[in-house]
Nanobody
Framework: VHLQACGGGLVHAGGSLRLSCAAS????????IGWFRQAPGKSRELVAR???????DYVESVKGRFTISRDNAKNTVTLEMNSLEPDDKAVYLC?????????WGQGTQVTVSS
């Protein structure tokens, strides 16, 4: 299992970024996959998750601003982040839960300037 994340960067408040996570070693559609984030001094937080047959889950603070989607043909999950706020600044990590095990991609930094 391998998760390769890309995207992220520096934007001004109100801007947008797109994160992508390419999965290999498993079929993305069969399992839960999504994004966590961790800001300095804060605990890791589930941002968005997508699971087969269910509506996506979002942490309350990003509802209406972030959208998670999955491309089964490319085995990729994407997080579109709009109206970014300084509090969204964090390292974002792609994750997958497969048969009770969690797998993590490398983190990608998102920085939002006010």
């Amino acid at each position: 299992v391998h998760l390769q994340a890309c995207g992220g960067g520096l934007v001004h408040a109100g801007g947008s970024l797109r994160l992508s996570c390419a999965a290999s070693g498993f079929t993305l559609d069969d399992y839960a996959i999504g994004w966590f984030r961790q800001a300095p001094g804060k605990s890791r937080e589930l941002v968005a998750r997508i699971r087969s047959g269910r509506d996506p889950d979002y942490v309350e603070s990003v509802k209406g601003r972030f959208t998670i989607s999955r491309d089964n043909a490319k085995n990729t999950v994407t997080l579109e982040m709009n109206s970014l706020e300084p509090d969204d600044k964090a390292v974002y990590l792609c994750y997958a839960r497969i048969d009770g095990h969690e797998y993590w991609g490398q983190g990608t930094q998102v920085t939002v300037s006010s």
